[in-house]
């Protein structure tokens, strides 16, 4: 049987993510990406949430020195919907300065034996990245429960808009071939495939140009 159709949310907005925010935004996006193949294919399933969590408090902190890196979707009295974490043109990969500093953090995050894999899938992600000027989304989530009501839709509406007023394009990866028709619906068309080695999940490379 299907369901009916999710009631559109109404008294919320999008603004930028306050530095206090990061711990709940965390918290928001490793209950988004709970059923996220690549995610669970990187992260170990002992406390996994948690070390979610933890990723993407490191994903923020890399964002937020880029103006408008970490965006929410939130109510007026600071309920947290949905997060989305962009990069600008010739922003979205950090630092090798950057990454050193935070290598201890990721092998809290992935474990050890498991941070060959996340390299792999790093690695595999640059290398198909494409070189033309773009704004890159890494990330977007909405908290569980919420999908399906427009959150994710507006969150990322803002910066397309932006986009289509400066003629810039837009670069994401999916992956989970359940979203690509939620992308598609906002211009954004499949590119390619990038396939994870070792048997990993295959992720969608996706441009709006």
Not at 79 to 107: D, F, N, T
Not at 151 to 178: H, K, M
Request: contains cysteine; glycine residues 12%.
């Amino acid at each position: 049987m299907s369901r009916p159709p999710a009631e559109p949310l109404a008294g919320y907005g999008i603004r930028p993510a306050r530095p206090t925010e990061s711990a709940a935004i965390a918290a928001l996006l490793a209950r988004a990406f709970a059923d996220d193949p690549v995610m669970a294919w990187m992260v170990p399933a002992v406390d996994r949430e948690r070390r979610t969590a933890r990723y993407f408090r490191l994903a923020q902190r890399q964002q937020r020195p880029r103006p408008g890196g970490v965006r929410v979707a939130a109510t007026g009295d600071g309920r947290l919907l949905g997060a989305a974490l962009w990069s600008g043109p010739g922003c979205w990969k950090p630092s090798a300065v950057r990454e050193l500093a935070a290598l201890p953090e990721y092998a809290r995050v992935f474990g050890l034996r498991g941070m060959p894999r996340a390299g792999e899938v790093q690695n595999a992600m640059h290398e198909a990245h494409p070189d033309t000027p773009h704004w890159y989304l890494p990330t977007v989530g909405t908290d569980r429960g919420l999908q399906g009501m427009g959150v994710g839709s507006a969150l990322l509406r803002q910066q397309l808009a932006e986009c289509d007023r400066l003629g810039q394009p837009a670069y994401l990866e999916s992956s989970n071939i359940t979203n690509i028709p939620f992308y598609e619906g906002l211009g954004f068309r499949v590119t390619g495939e990038i396939h994870l080695p070792g048997g990993g999940p295959t992720l969608w490379p996706m441009w709006r140009g």
